[in-house]
T-cell receptor
C-alpha cells in the first residue's frame, strides 16, 4: 500500500525566513496531495492541496510543488510569522478521500 | 462551516473496559473517518465509512470496531481497552457521495488514557 515519508520532524526558523517541508510517496498511482496544519489543541485543517496534473500551486505565502517522476512533493512557506508555528502533515491518496499521512513536522517560528 | 464534534476532550479508562468514542458531524457528509495520532507516527487510519451501516478497515483496525447507525454519527469502540491504545483519537468527515479527493474536516480530538 501507499507509504508517505516526511522530513524534517522538527524545523525552527527565524520570523521572516522561509520554511520547506518535504514528503515522498511510494505509490505512483497517487493523484492527490494535501497539506494539513494542526495548531495546539485543535484538529488538523487543510491549508493547501495539489493534484497530480499540476506541478505547482500557490496561495499567498504558501506554495506546494509536486515532482511525479521523483514521487515527492514539498510545502514552502515564505515570510514566516509566529502564527505559522504548528504541526504540518502531508498526505497522499489514490482517487479516494482515504488519506495516508506523513509523520508530521513541528515548525517553530521564533520572533 | 462544517462542524465535527467529538464527545469528550479527555478520557481516562481502565484496562479491560469497553470504551465508546462518539463523533457527530453537522453537514450531511457521506464519509466519516477515525484516525489515531501518536508522536512520531503521524495520523493512522483505523476505520472509515462511506455510508450508513457501512464500514471498512483502515491500516490499524485491530482492537477496534465502529458503528454508523445514522449518517451524522460515527462511533469508535474499544471492546477491551489496553494500555497500548492510549492515544489521541481524531474523527473526520468529508462530502463523499461520488466526489473524491475532498477536504477532510477534523474534530478537536479525544485524548484517551488507558491505565
Amino acid at each position: 500500500g501507499e507509504n508517505v515519508e516526511q522530513h524534517p520532524s522538527t524545523l525552527s526558523v527565524q520570523e521572516g525566513d522561509s520554511a520547506v517541508i518535504k514528503c515522498t510517496y511510494s505509490d505512483s498511482a497517487s493523484n492527490y496531495f494535501p497539506w494539513y496544519k494542526q495548531e495546539l489543541g485543535k484538529g488538523p485543517q487543510l491549508i493547501i492541496d495539489i493534484r497530480s496534473n499540476v506541478g505547482e500551486k500557490k496561495d499567498q505565502r504558501i506554495a506546494v510543488t509536486l515532482n511525479k517522476t521523483a514521487k515527492h512533493f514539498s510545502l514552502h512557506i515564505t515570510e514566516t510569522q509566529p502564527e505559522d508555528s504548528a504541526v504540518y502533515f502531508c498526505a497522499a491518496s489514490i482517487y479516494t478521500d482515504k488519506l495516508i499521512f506523513g509523520t508530521g513536522t513541528r515548525l517553530q517560528v521564533f520572533p | 462551516d462544517v462542524k465535527v464534534t467529538q464527545s469528550s476532550r479527555y478520557l481516562v479508562k481502565r484496562t479491560g473496559e469497553k470504551v465508546f468514542l462518539e463523533c457527530v458531524q453537522d453537514m450531511d457528509h457521506e464519509n466519516m473517518f477515525w484516525y489515531r495520532q501518536d508522536p512520531g507516527l503521524g495520523l493512522r487510519l483505523i476505520y472509515f465509512s462511506y455510508d450508513v451501516k457501512m464500514k471498512e478497515k483502515g491500516d490499524i483496525p485491530e482492537g477496534y470496531s465502529v458503528s454508523r447507525e445514522k449518517k451524522e454519527r460515527f462511533s469508535l469502540i474499544l471492546e477491551s481497552a489496553s494500555t497500548n491504545q492510549t492515544s489521541m483519537y481524531l474523527c473526520a468527515s468529508s462530502r463523499g457521495g461520488g466526489s473524491t479527493n475532498e477536504k477532510l474536516f477534523f474534530g478537536s480530538g479525544t485524548q484517551l488514557s488507558v491505565l
